[in-house]
């Protein structure tokens, strides 16, 4: 499945489990030559409290095997798969998705600003981060942090499309500040209620579209009146439509689709991968 290119393999453990995934697994899988293929590859097991009206649990692994706690184009997708309005547990918490026609709309949760949430490695304004190399170069001074499930870092500058995001990401990514290193955000203003935006990600690299950074940039340019809600924010995949106002939740529309269905021998994927 993709959200606007942001593309997954989706195995659904809902009704029959799967042996334990492990990061060298997802690594496997995601492979783009020897695997399937991916950005994320993303699990469906059944909830820990169905009573509760949790529907099921989303699990979300970088192509570089970690495991992370939230994907907003992910959850879009699956939305479009379950086709129904439920509530689901991901590591960043819960979700509500709404499938629409095409896309859905997902109720993402209340981003958090605090260093700590972030996390940052110490105390700072996260609104307006006085940080060092490589965080300075030019136009890129002055970042913002939001967590909306995941750690981002959003830089607004003139043109999103100039900044040598391919050789800063990386770095941004590992710097020691961020203990859980970070999902790296490069927007700019395309007018009072639509930004621009193009995003390095944690443990992926340079992907099409990233949900929770559009979301999280979106939160970033209201907090700071550069934008007024609801956003529009155009990545190299196409546009999300972000809505949030302080102290709510934060609201994403978006298309998702569905590329393709099969089968796969495990053993060739999770036993090969511990060799
Ligand atoms: N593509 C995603 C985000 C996936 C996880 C991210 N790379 C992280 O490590 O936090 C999205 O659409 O939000």
Partial sequence: MHGLGNDFVVL??????????????ARALADRRTGIGCDQLVLLEPSDAPQAGHAFRMRIFNADGSEVEACGNAARAVALLHGEAVTIETRGGLIALEPLDGGARVDMGAPRFD?????????????AMPVGWPMDQGELAQPMAVNVGNPHVIFFVDDADAAALETLGPVIEHDPLFPERVNVNIA??????????????????????????ACATAVAGIRQGLVHSPVRVS????????AWTEG??????????????????WDDFALGAEA
Avoid: Q
């Fill in 188 to 213: 700019s203003l395309a007018g009072p209620d639509h930004l621009k935006l193009r995003v390095w990600e944690r443990g992926a690299g340079l992907t099409r579209a990233c949900g929770t950074g």
């Fill in 248 to 265: 709510g939740s934060i609201l994403m529309n978006g298309p998702a689709a569905e590329s393709f269905r099969g089968s796969f021998d």
């Fill in 235 to 242: 990545l190299p995949g196409g546009d999300l439509v972000i």
């Fill in 115 to 127: 260093w700590e949430a972030i996390p940052l490695a110490y105390a700072m304004d996260t609104a």
């Fill in 12 to 25: 659904d453990a809902r009704e029959h489990p799967l042996p334990p995934m492990t990061a060298a697994a």
